[in-house]
């Protein structure tokens, strides 16, 4: 739900109390509720508010003869030669196939045999398995086994080749076609069975469905923590200045760590993905599966197909149309937390939080912080007491809308639903009482409610963006990162900000990765940024920001030293580190680098070998630089990169311009193996 939809229906609400003559009182009976369920239940039980959520259903559905007309245009573009052409379409008539239609078996074949004939073996064998498992036509199954040995030849899998071949010969029994050329096929299977004997195995090089990952492997945590498993053990929660919660380091960290390898308690893409990103992952799909029940999201994988129906998109595929909405707010995935909790879980948790101290909060009972559990999401911050009456009502509002819809889905019990999606399966159904709103159920709903606000509040405070590099492959530097989805990840969630951070994220499908992009010192606090960078965004446009969506004033040293914007850092004469007080060493008049003093406590520096060993790595470290800038990201830059960057700010104080080049030179390799695509 967006701001427009928010605020027409607070118009609305506003004239009907008004002409009621209770709006005064109602917005002071709102602004004294001290709970979020309150807050829900003020706005629920207002007579005014019934007629003003229209809750409907709203989806794109399947279509039988759509899915014909979408194949009939792939076959056209196949008799063309048009091989990636024709997978595009058979790709549309998928996702409008019905489920259970002869249809979708049929453009899965045929989206297999066009990825046979482009070589892209692997994802014409992925879709040989669909068609099986929709009900391919038993008398032409001889030619699914015999494109899986042509496909298993091909990828060098000699076993798996004789396998499908003979299974094709035992296929042909149930084939329509005359005696003899069915013992010409099988001679010829014999022959190929033959030919397989010169397989090379060990030519074997990828896993079978590896093609879906648009990034180039998994970093790991060199060692996980036993409380936070998504943590490296050198970092841990502790209390930071400001009374919050922050996370530190243990002992010292060097530039490009892993520190965080984390999957998001929920995610949910941008709408303008639904039909190029994995609905669950948020992989791009190359090969796209379909929902069972609707058209309108995507997904690639069974498993990813799946987990997303068991965990939310069973109440959201028919109504998904209206609850997200274009512009990408976060009311969908603060209601995606509560389908992913269950019911269950979020009634249970409101009493047994309460009395947690700081440090121990969204930890279950073995003292573990882990992703996957609501709890810890639930721990974080919300700054509901820092907001206004007319904030909290706007959030209240598309708190209520999301809850009307839960209702109408059968979250609570009964669904209000017309057409419920394929294999509804609700696990509150069981246990609610169906005569919907006895007081047990209504304050069921107000905690769910309740829920959905607070994750409302929550999410502008800590969601993360999940984000793909859109490599401009001719011009390298003209590259951009886009937004595909907004998580929810509670470790992350656990840094606060810096403008001069010392750690970045990347995203690999919705999985993010955290590392060092400056040295940390044991004891020194991890900082992330917050989207107010000091190169490239003022001091005061950065605190009011910061302070508007946050709830903070910076005061990092970016911002307390008032450091410049990129085109004003220093970056000839830059100030060294004193050896005695790490204060700052400037280079003498006359380049006398063996008189050097610190301005800060006067001791004399000698400066000259630091000098001189920056000068040698300077061209390797120039050459690396422009070499990323052309696009190349190969181990050796980055290994260029580090070392430079490691010893510059050993010896350099920041603001200085290498520092800040060289790490988006980092940032840059590693954007290019996380998800990345040519834009
Ligand atoms: C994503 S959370 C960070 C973790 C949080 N400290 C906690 O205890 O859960 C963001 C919130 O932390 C606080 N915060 C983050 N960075 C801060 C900073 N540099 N100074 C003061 N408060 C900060 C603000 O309240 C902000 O809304």
Not at 632 to 659: A, C, M, Q
């Amino acid at each position: 739900m967006d701001q427009s939809q928010v605020a027409r229906i607070l118009t609305s609400l506003t004239d009907k109390l008004k002409s009621a003559n209770i709006y005064n009182e109602f917005i002071s009976d709102f602004g004294k509720c001290s709970t979020d369920h309150d807050r829900v239940a003020c706005l629920y039980n207002l007579p005014q508010v019934q007629d003003l959520f229209l809750v409907e259903e709203k989806f794109k559905s399947k279509c039988k003869r759509e899915a014909e007309i979408l194949r009939g245009k792939g076959n056209e573009r196949f008799k063309a030669c048009d091989y990636a052409g024709a997978v595009e379409w058979y790709t549309q008539s998928i996702i409008k196939a019905p489920d259970d239609s002869e249809n979708l078996s049929l453009a899965y074949n045929n989206r297999s045999t066009a990825n046979f004939y482009l070589k892209n073996y692997a994802q014409s064998l992925q879709d040989i398995e669909l068609a099986f498992m929709h009900n391919y036509p038993l008398k032409s199954c001889y030619k699914l086994y015999q494109r899986i040995g042509r496909c298993m030849y091909y990828l060098y899998r000699k076993e798996e080749a004789i396998k499908a071949f003979q299974q094709t010969i035992e296929a042909l029994e149930m084939a329509d076609m005359p005696k003899d050329s069915k013992s010409n096929i099988r001679s010829d299977m014999h022959k190929v069975i033959e030919q397989c004997s010169s397989i090379d195995s060990k030519m074997v090089n990828m896993p079978l469905k590896s093609y879906n990952c648009c990034h180039k492997g998994i970093p790991k945590l060199s060692k996980a923590s036993m409380k936070i498993p998504c943590l490296s053990d050198c970092v841990e929660i502790r209390l930071d200045s400001y009374g919050g919660r922050g996370l530190f380091a243990n002992r010292n960290i060097e530039v490009g760590e892993v520190l965080i390898v984390e999957t998001p308690f929920a995610s949910a893409l941008l709408k303008e993905f639904n039909l190029s990103h994995c609905q669950f992952c948020c992989n791009r799909v190359k090969l796209p599966i379909p929902c069972k029940s609707c058209s309108g999201v995507i997904f690639c994988s069974l498993h990813c197909r799946e987990a997303a129906w068991r965990k939310f998109h069973w109440a959201e595929c028919h109504i998904l149309e209206n609850i997200q909405s274009d512009k990408g707010d976060l009311s969908l995935l603060a209601t995606r937390m509560i389908l992913t909790a269950g019911l269950e879980e979020i009634i249970s948790i409101e009493e047994s939080d309460k009395e947690v101290d700081i440090l121990n909060a969204g930890m279950d009972k073995d003292g573990v912080y882990a992703s996957d559990n609501y709890k810890s999401a639930y721990s974080l911050v919300n700054h509901s007491n820092d907001r206004t009456v007319a904030d909290l009502l706007n959030r209240t509002i598309s708190a209520l809308y999301h809850l009307k819809y839960l209702e109408f889905v059968g979250f609570f019990g009964n669904a209000d639903i017309k057409s419920k999606p394929t294999n509804i399966a609700c696990e509150a159904e069981a246990d609610c009482d169906p005569t919907s709103n006895s007081d047990e159920t209504l304050h069921k709903k107000f905690c769910v409610g309740g829920h959905i606000l607070r994750n409302i509040m929550m999410l502008p405070c800590n969601a993360h963006e999940v984000s793909e590099f859109a490599l401009n492959e001719s011009n390298p530097a003209m590259s951009a990162t886009k937004e595909l989805a907004a998580g929810v990840y509670p470790v992350l969630s656990l840094i606060n900000h810096s403008c001069d951070p010392s750690v970045v994220r990347h995203s690999y499908g919705n999985l993010c990765i955290g590392r060092a992009i400056r040295s940390i010192a044991a004891g020194d606090e991890l900082k992330d940024n917050y989207g107010a960078l000091y190169p490239t965004m003022d001091l005061e446009k950065r605190q009011s920001t910061l302070h508007s969506q946050y709830f903070f004033k910076c005061s990092c040293e970016a911002c307390q030293g008032d450091w410049p914007q990129y085109f004003d850092i220093q970056c000839d004469r830059p100030f060294f580190r004193c050896t005695g007080c790490d204060g700052h060493v400037p280079i003498p008049p006359g380049n006398l680098t063996e008189q050097a003093r610190c301005i800060a406590c006067g001791q004399q520096q000698d400066i000259t070998q630091t000098l001189l060993r920056m000068g040698d790595m300077e061209e390797p470290y120039k050459q690396a630089l422009t070499s990323v800038i052309d696009g190349g990201n190969s181990v050796s830059n980055i290994t260029t990169l580090l070392s430079y960057l490691k010893f510059v700010e050993k010896h350099v104080h920041r603001p200085w311009r290498d520092i800040n080049d060289c790490q988006e030179a980092f940032k840059q390799c590693l954007n290019m193996h996380a998800n990345c695509y040519p834009a």
